[in-house]
């Protein structure tokens, strides 16, 4: 079956720095990937859509110059955390969509735990 | 606005005792989708179902059984003779089409006692 790879699966890292997360489909053309974060016994709310060759659409309140989302290829979409600060600390995951929308279902990663001191 | 509820933030049975996890939603798409995910403590989302608004057939599945009610807008989940490994977070979310983006509700915390 469709399979989504996210990596690092999880990464502690000093404030300040960036951080990039990567969401591959291996193997299926992810036209669209949604980036989702959760804090700490929260749930999960959706931070941004991603369009292949496309500028990501952000939710409300999400800083699109803090979280850069890049979604250059059919394959791979990036979320780079800038001047990560421990606010930023949270589980953050992927899901791609295939070819076929409205109907073709989406396939989570496994998730990234970011971790900042 | 698409809305998902979970009331039950925390649950604690015994093993073997039956448990459900209650979900109900709020949209006003006649055309919608629903979902249930276990998720671990490891943190990865583990697909349980996906039950399109047109379809109210009750679905089991091993020790796992969901009642769709439209008129109610629930979509309640049952676990049977509950074990162990069924310990996680369960969330149901929502979303307009299985490639949309998804709604989750906030989460049941299911831990069964040995």
């Known amino acids: 079956g469709a399979v989504v790879s996210q990596h690092p699966s999880w990464v502690i890292c000093k404030s300040g720095t960036s951080v990039k997360i990567e969401c591959r489909s291996l193997?299926?053309?992810?036209?669209?990937m949604f980036w989702y974060r959760q804090f700490p016994k929260q749930s999960l709310m959706l931070m941004a859509t991603?369009?292949?060759?496309?500028?990501?659409?952000?939710e409300q309140g999400v800083e699109k110059d803090k979280f850069l989302i890049n979604h250059a290829s059919l394959t791979l979409s990036t979320l780079t955390v800038t001047s990560a600060h421990p606010e930023d600390s949270s589980f953050y995951i992927c899901?791609?969509?295939?070819?076929?929308?409205?109907?073709?279902?989406?396939?989570f990663g496994d998730g990234t735990r970011l971790s900042i001191l | 606005a698409q809305k998902v509820t979970q009331a039950q933030t925390e649950i604690s049975v015994v093993e073997k005792e039956d448990v459900t996890l209650d979900c109900v939603y709020e949209?006003?798409?006649?055309?919608?989708?629903l979902f249930w995910y276990k998720q671990p403590p490891s943190g990865e989302l583990v697909f349980l179902i996906r039950?399109?608004?047109?379809?109210?057939q009750n679905e089991i599945s091993g020790r796992y059984s969901w009642n769709f009610q439209k008129s109610t807008s629930s979509f309640n989940f049952t676990i049977t003779a509950s074990q162990v490994v069924d310990s996680a977070v369960y969330f149901c979310?929502?979303?307009?089409?299985?490639?949309?983006?998804?709604?989750f509700g906030t989460g049941t915390s299911l831990t069964v006692i040995p």
């Open positions: 039950r399109n608004s047109f379809d109210e």
């Open positions: 979310a929502l979303s307009e089409g299985p490639g949309n983006q998804f709604y």
């Open positions: 899901s791609a969509r295939g070819r076929g929308f409205p109907n073709q279902p989406q396939h």
């Open positions: 991603s369009n292949e060759g496309s500028k990501a659409t952000y």
């Open positions: 949209t006003r798409d006649t055309t919608y989708y």
């Open positions: 193997d299926f053309q992810a036209t669209t």
